[in-house]
T-cell receptor, first 116, second 113 residues
Framework: DAGVTQSPTHLIKTRGQQVTLRCSPK?????VSWYQQALGQGPQFIFQ???????QRGNFPDRFSGHQFPNYSSELNVNALLLGDSALYLC???????????????FGPGTRLTVL | KNQVEQSPQSLIILEGKNCTLQ??????????LRWYKQDTGRGPVSLTI?????NTKSNGRYTATLDADTKQSSLHITASQLSDSASYIC????????????FGDGTTLTVKP
């Protein structure tokens, strides 16, 4: 049973460019959450997708957007990249409890984004 | 503002020794507290989860404690191994939704031979 997978592993971009990161959830999971983790800090919640819709959002600008596909996989898009967007981007999947939140989150290995 | 403070920021110990990591939080209301282990460049992996009514939970050589009254938790690692070298992150949630969790900045543990 494959766990959460993310691609690419590493990515280098320049300021102003756009980037798309991808995540495949753990088998049986239907909810995907994205986190940004700067070096030496804990993960910061970006947003969560369930049933192909953004259900929750953290304190991130509109430059950060996402999508969830019918097979539950998800993408994170970041436009107009800034130097400060350099971080490890983590995807976590879980199984939603109907109307009552979600079960345990399982994290992927992350995508290391470097903005030059 | 909900906050999670972890101490120490970093710690170096010799293989075979024990250590204790601290987590203080101001998150309210409280639903649960998790400790995660994060190896360098990898995603966090859950070690323990405790709810309000639990004050201790073990997972092998890892034992977490929770004092909900003082809003403090600790993670005790016994007989440390080189593979314990990692960042340990405390996460406090007000409910089971991802957006309602507050992550600490972690304690970086280095175990030396």
């Amino acid at each position: 049973d494959a766990g959460v997978t993310q691609s690419p592993t590493h990515l280098i971009k320049t300021r102003g460019q756009q980037v798309t990161l991808r995540c495949s959830p753990k088998s049986g999971h239907d909810t995907v959450s994205w986190y940004q983790q700067a070096l030496g800090q804990g993960p910061q919640f970006i947003f969560q997708y369930y049933e192909e819709e953004e259900r929750q959002r953290g304190n991130f600008p509109d430059r950060f957007s996402g999508h969830q596909f019918p097979n539950y996989s998800s993408e994170l898009n970041v436009n107009a990249l800034l130097l400060g967007d350099s971080a490890l981007y983590l995807c976590a999947s879980s199984l939603a409890w109907r109307g009552q939140g979600m079960g345990e989150q399982f994290f992927g290995p992350g995508t290391r984004l470097t903005v030059l | 503002k909900n906050q999670v403070e972890q101490s120490p920021q970093s710690l170096i110990i010799l293989e075979g020794k024990n250590c204790t990591l601290q987590c203080n939080y101001t998150v309210s209301p409280f639903s649960n507290l998790r400790w995660y282990k994060q190896d360098t460049g990898r995603g966090p992996v859950s070690l323990t989860i405790m709810t309000f009514s639990e004050n201790t939970k073990s997972n092998g050589r890892y034992t977490a404690t929770l004092d909900a009254d003082t809003k403090q938790s600790s993670l005790h690692i016994t007989a440390s191994q080189l593979s314990d070298s990692a960042s340990y992150i405390c996460v406090v949630s007000i409910n089971t939704n991802a957006g309602k969790s507050t992550f600490g900045d972690g304690t970086t543990l280095t175990v030396k031979p």
